[in-house]
């Protein structure tokens, strides 16, 4: 059975650093681009980061780029966000979702074809 779990979500300052997970069942991710995305109330899910299969290639949203990395170990089968200086508006829900043999670039666009985990929360309030 296909699964993503994310965790690692919390309550943070401005400023502070975070690293999520999302652990994954072989099913869906050896060979698999990985990619990671939020949802904030009132507003429609959107792009973070993502990594190809190999972990040879990875992509940012420019709200993002310079202060978030995406990075992925295959022993665990087990992807990656370390998010640094972390805003408010980082605040929201964090999904993690799974696409076979697509590059990096292609997660931008999300479809329901994807493998998808449930969320995890991440707060970012003085």
């Known amino acids: 059975q296909a699964q993503l779990v994310e965790s690692g979500g919390g309550l943070v300052q401005p400023g502070d650093s975070l690293r999520l997970s999302c652990a994954a069942s072989?099913?869906?991710?050896?060979?698999?681009?990985m990619g990671w995305y939020r949802q904030a109330p009132g507003k429609e899910r959107e792009f973070v980061a993502s990594?190809?299969?190999?972990?040879?290639?990875?992509y940012y949203a420019d709200s993002v780029k310079g202060r978030f990395a995406i990075s992925r170990d295959d022993a665990k089968n087990t992807v990656y966000l370390q998010m640094n200086s972390l805003k408010p508006e980082d605040t929201a829900v964090y999904y993690c979702?799974?696409?076979?043999?697509?590059?990096?670039?292609?997660?931008?666009?999300?479809?329901?074809?994807?493998?998808w985990g449930q969320g995890t929360q991440v707060t970012v309030s003085s």
């Open positions: 990594i190809s299969w190999n972990g040879g290639y990875t």
């Open positions: 979702a799974s696409r076979p043999g697509a590059n990096a670039q292609a997660m931008e666009d999300m479809s329901s074809d994807d493998y």
């Open positions: 072989r099913r869906a991710y050896s060979g698999y681009a």
